[in-house]
């Protein structure tokens, strides 16, 4: 297995504009999560979806954020309009429904100009 | 709702010593708890977990952490560190029904020479 892929690895955006981070998540995992990694924060839960069904949104931190999964093999999180303070590395994790061990991506790294 | 407290930011450890990261938690159930490791650019990888039973885990490059109920510790342990396990570690926290994971702030082991 190819393990979860991110893309792209590396990001670098202009303040305004919109980003859009994509993930495919590992064939027969039913969660999907989105993490953002800051120097300041650590890892934070930003959503997470079951069998393609957002669950739980309450780390996305406003309302440029928006993810979406329209099937079991692809996610995408997006930030419009994109902002410096967005800077940080967001990874992508899935796992079984019975197997508790998170399958990270190797992450996207943002940086917005 | 969980948590989990990484006292140490950064710990160095000459090549070949013993190694232990703590790891508190708090939950007012039984957790199932994590430890996942970050080399510099990369995604994080499960190094071992504990959901239940014997409370002294095995995990992959010779890690193994213990857990204590009394003491709500996860603590992640190596009897000889080498210099490829500098990377950063990080502690997690899973609830009961367990769909998310928390993440500690994680420790940056140096390995000395």
């Known amino acids: 297995d190819a393990g979860v892929i991110q893309s792209p690895r590396h990001e670098v955006t202009e303040m305004g504009q919109e980003v859009t981070l994509r993930c495919k998540p590992i064939?027969?995992?039913?969660?999907l999560f989105w993490y953002r990694q800051t120097m300041m924060r650590g890892l934070e839960l930003l959503i997470y979806?079951?069998?393609?069904?957002?669950?739980?949104d309450s780390g996305m931190p406003e309302d440029r954020f928006s993810a979406k999964m329209p099937n079991a093999s692809f996610s995408t999180l997006k930030i419009q309009p994109s902002e410096p303070r967005d800077s940080a590395v967001y990874f992508c994790?899935?796992?079984?429904?019975?197997?508790?061990?998170?399958?990270f991506g190797s992450g996207t790294r943002l940086t917005v100009v | 709702a969980q948590s989990v407290t990484q006292p140490d930011i950064h710990i160095t450890v000459s090549e070949g010593a013993s190694l232990e990261l703590r790891c508190n938690y708090s939950y007012g159930a039984t957790p199932y708890l994590f430890w996942y490791v970050q080399s510099p650019g990369q995604g994080l990888q499960l190094l071992l977990k504990y959901f239940s039973g014997d409370t002294l885990v095995q995990g992959i490059k010779g890690f193994e952490a213990e857990f204590k109920r009394s003491q709500s510790s996860f603590n992640l342990r190596k009897p000889s560190v080498h210099w490829s396990d500098a990377a950063e570690y990080f502690c997690a926290v899973g609830s009961t029904g367990f769909q998310k994971l928390v993440f500690g702030t994680g420790t940056r082991l140096l390995v000395s020479p």
């Open positions: 979806f079951n069998n393609n069904v957002p669950i739980d």
């Open positions: 064939s027969g995992h039913d969660y």
């Open positions: 994790a899935s796992r079984p429904a019975k197997n508790y061990g998170y399958t």
